[in-house]
């Protein structure tokens, strides 16, 4: 009788604790997991002024926050002022008693196509490219009161000193590695306590340039990055984020907790359905070009798919090194030791240095727009033909600028006296091939396909 009662108190025990997807939506789209941020009043004093800008010039002076901000969400799910925030904020009271807005795990993990915010898509419109500090200042008039000013001056601390260390070359590429290696020069790992001066080396400023990818992938994944060097628990991996404003240890273990049901959620995520009309003929002869030249690496799908994590020797995918370097590298080392030492591993987290890159499962890959993963190449078409990848290209990052027929994003091919004459402004949105980092090389593996056979392959894709 005793086990009895011991084994359905275990039972119940489970059930309490397991974790729950809709609790892990709601945390993300309205928790104060990032722990500091902009006052909310000091936000609407400022909207007016960015609302005068006009379209053609907002990028040039408000790169960080794009009006409107306070606006009907566009996502559901959103109680209290996030109901009428920008998707890409959450409103929150910090621990200093202040409400406040911050960026939320959906600006970099989130992002529109046509008329629709798809949640977990790698975010390919973020502007990286410019010096936060500037931003900061030109803010810090329209604080009025001692506690703005007083929380202001918290949330700048840490954002003016990573500014210099997640500078991009291109709008629409990620520093999110370097953002966290510069967070941790700063913070002791045991306490996280924040240190103004730096406790080790910092990242170098040459950022290698990451393509977002999707979080449906990650209920494929036993691995983490696009190297795979994370295995095992990478819950508290996932959390690092919030080392720009969590000082003490029990702060991340209080987010921990809410982050089981974050994570369930992340793996709950389907891939969106392709939202165009398929050509079923053309897209079962593509079925079978894909199975016979594609799937040993990218696995296969339907409801017997199989897919394998594969990673591919750099020697063969041949992709741009650099971010692989930045991930294996034994320079480097000193990250992946602050990262032992602090409470954002466990002893289920392990790093392992691999020479190559995970072949990704293609799971809703027509929305992943820009391929490759330092999004080096614009559509499908690119990917399956490297003759056409362009050297110098721009394009509108207007959501509604999709191109259905060669998947992904339209563009306009430019050349290197093009690029001369742009405006400095002008330069942040082409993507420059030749720089480090920013190479379109590798995976021309679909050069040996006829015109015909990729056209297929792709309208097999739209499907997946």
């Not at 987290?349 to 027509?366: C, E, K, M, R």
């Not at 082409?430 to 021309?444: E, K, P, R």
């Amino acid at each position: 009788m005793k086990f009895l009662v011991f084994f359905l108190l275990l039972s119940f025990s489970h059930l309490s604790f397991a974790a729950d997807p809709e609790k892990g939506y709601d945390y993300l789209v309205n928790g104060g997991y990032i722990g500091c941020g902009i006052p909310i009043d000091v936000l609407k004093r400022v909207e007016p002024f960015l609302n005068a800008v006009p379209q053609s010039l907002s990028g040039w002076f408000n790169p960080l926050f794009q009006a409107p901000l306070f606006k009907k969400s566009e996502i559901p799910g959103r109680t209290g002022t996030n109901a009428n925030l920008s998707h890409e904020f959450n409103a929150f009271v910090t621990r200093r008693g202040n409400e406040v807005a911050n960026f939320n795990c959906l600006s970099c993990h989130s992002q529109r196509i046509g008329n629709q915010v798809i949640v977990g898509l790698g975010n390919s419109l973020r502007d990286f490219t410019y010096d936060i500090r500037f931003l900061l200042a030109e803010i810090r008039p329209f604080y009025r009161t001692s506690k703005e000013r007083e929380e202001g001056a918290f949330f700048e601390r840490s954002l003016s000193a990573i500014s210099p260390y997640i500078q991009m070359h291109t709008v629409g590429v990620n520093p999110a590695i370097n953002l966290t290696f510069a967070l941790m020069a700063h913070r002791v790992p045991e306490t996280l306590a924040w240190s103004d001066s730096f406790l080790m080396d910092p990242p170098s400023k040459e950022v290698p340039p990451v393509h977002v990818p999707p979080w449906w992938r990650m209920r494929k994944r036993k691995t983490m990055f696009y190297s795979g060097e994370i295995a095992g628990e990478h819950r508290r991996i996932m959390m690092l984020a919030s080392s720009l404003c969590a000082d003490s240890v029990d702060q991340v273990e209080e987010m921990d907790e809410a982050f089981k049901d974050v994570e369930s959620y992340i793996h709950s995520l389907p891939p969106p359905p392709y939202p165009h009309s398929v050509d079923s003929a053309l897209a079962s002869r593509g079925k079978g070009l894909f199975l016979k030249n594609c799937a040993s690496c990218h696995g296969t799908y339907g409801p017997n798919g199989v897919y394998s994590e594969k990673l591919i020797p750099i020697e063969i995918v041949k992709t741009d090194p650099a971010l692989m370097i930045q991930e294996t590298s034994k320079d480097h080392d000193r990250f992946i030791d602050w990262g032992r030492r602090s409470i954002y591993y466990t002893q289920e987290t392990t790093f392992h240095p691999n020479q190559g890159y995970i072949a990704p499962a293609l799971d809703g890959i027509w929305a992943t727009a820009p391929y490759l993963h330092n999004g080096s190449v614009p559509n499908l078409e690119g990917v399956l033909n490297s003759s056409v990848r362009p050297k110098y290209w721009k394009r509108s990052f207007d959501s509604q600028d999709y191109d259905t027929i060669q998947l992904g994003w339209k563009y306009q091919s430019v050349s290197l006296w093009d690029v001369f004459d742009f405006l400095p402004f002008e330069k942040r949105f082409v993507y420059d091939t030749t720089l480090a980092g920013y190479s379109n090389q590798g995976h021309d593996f679909g050069d040996t396909l006829s015109q015909d056979e990729r056209l297929s392959v792709i309208e097999y894709l739209k499907l997946l």
